[in-house]
């Protein structure tokens, strides 16, 4: 049976009234984030800047040899990124601090992927390249990397770096959490081994939160109240405590919801909608109609029927 064009135009606007008014049943938006997983925190008052975490991080991870030693401090003259040949970096800030002898003093800021807890580089990443462990780390599987670099543009923290210089089998770079270590050889990553002040404590992230809110809490006026990643951007595996506000010291501020619940709800609310056959009628029946309009402004009307029936 052939459908009428009037017939059509019909049947679609009672597709797009009923397209609008069934509820669409979009599941609500669910945290993947584990509930056991490990994390590091860095202590930025203990940050005395001597780059060991940046030397052990090449070294455990076979990155290129730096073009400068680690032992050369003038490179904390300038502010740097992780980028593909470097995994963490340590940066310097001059705030105008003043130590317990009155002493102007600087504070010394490790940075790397943050192994987010909810994170918008695994929910960007089509192919499941990136994905978020139990253990805590987000890890990078370059057997499943197209090269978008989707991760790249999602990351709040501007994280993954990508190895153009490498045109063979070129790889999105960033920190591991040094993920075979711990598996392998049950230790803790690298960069919180080698500390000389113990910046860094890793551990279970529910028993980091708990030591960082002792520190607040035994040590009134030596921190600013706030753990950066407990709740930024829904949580990240690394935690941080400064006695500067994080403002100044090139963190950003970020909202406490995760990126993913805004992303994937937005995602998965159209494809709920372009998969309702309700839709998907009302827009044939548009597209229909449009070009129906476009025909009828350019050729005689010579389809009229008896009784100007279509
Ligand atoms: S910091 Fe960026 S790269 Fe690291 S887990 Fe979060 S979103 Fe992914
Ligand atoms: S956890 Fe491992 S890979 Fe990440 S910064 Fe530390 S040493 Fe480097
Ligand atoms: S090894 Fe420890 S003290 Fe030295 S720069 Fe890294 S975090 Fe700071």
């Not at 130590?99 to 102007?104: F, I, P, S, V």
């Not at 392998?184 to 690298?190: D, R, S, Y």
Request: hydrophobic content about 35%; aromatic content about 8%; glycine content about 6%.
């Amino acid at each position: 049976m052939q459908l009428k064009r009037r017939s059509f135009f019909k049947l679609a606007a009672v597709g797009a009234v009923t397209a609008v008014t069934t509820p669409c049943t979009v599941k609500a938006w669910e945290s993947k984030a584990p509930q056991d997983s490990y994390g590091c925190l860095v202590d930025i008052s203990r940050c005395i800047g001597c780059r060991k975490c940046e030397q052990a991080c090449n070294a455990v991870n076979e990155l290129p040899t730096a073009a400068r030693s680690f032992d050369d401090l003038t490179v904390l003259d300038e502010k740097r990124r992780p980028d593909a040949t470097k995994f963490t970096v340590v940066n310097r800030y001059n705030t105008g601090r003043i130590d317990d002898k009155g002493l102007l003093v600087a504070d010394f800021v490790k940075v790397q992927c943050m192994h987010c807890q909810d994170p918008a580089c695994v929910s960007a990443c089509i192919t499941g390249a990136m994905s978020k462990h139990s253990n805590g780390a987000v890890h990078y599987d370059a057997s499943k990397c197209i090269g978008c670099r989707c991760c790249m543009v999602a990351c709040p923290f501007e994280i993954p770096a990508y190895e153009y210089h490498n045109p063979i089998t070129p790889k999105v770079m960033k920190c591991t959490f040094c993920e075979t270590l711990q598996r392998e050889q049950n230790k803790p990553p690298a960069c919180a081994t080698i500390c000389p002040t113990e910046a860094i404590t890793f551990g279970k992230r529910n028993t980091l939160l708990n030591l960082a809110k002792k520190r607040l809490h035994d040590n009134p006026g030596r921190y600013v109240k706030h753990i950066y990643g407990e709740k930024e951007v829904g949580g990240t595996s690394w935690l941080y405590l400064s006695k500067v506000p994080f403002a100044k010291l090139g963190f950003i501020k970020l909202p406490f919801n995760p990126l993913p619940r805004l992303t994937e709800t937005l995602q998965h609310s159209l494809f709920s909608y372009l998969w309702s056959p309700a839709l998907l009628f009302t827009l044939l029946g548009g597209v229909m109609y449009r070009s129906h309009k476009k025909q009828s402004a350019h050729q005689p009307d010579n389809t009229q029927q008896p009784g100007g029936a279509l």
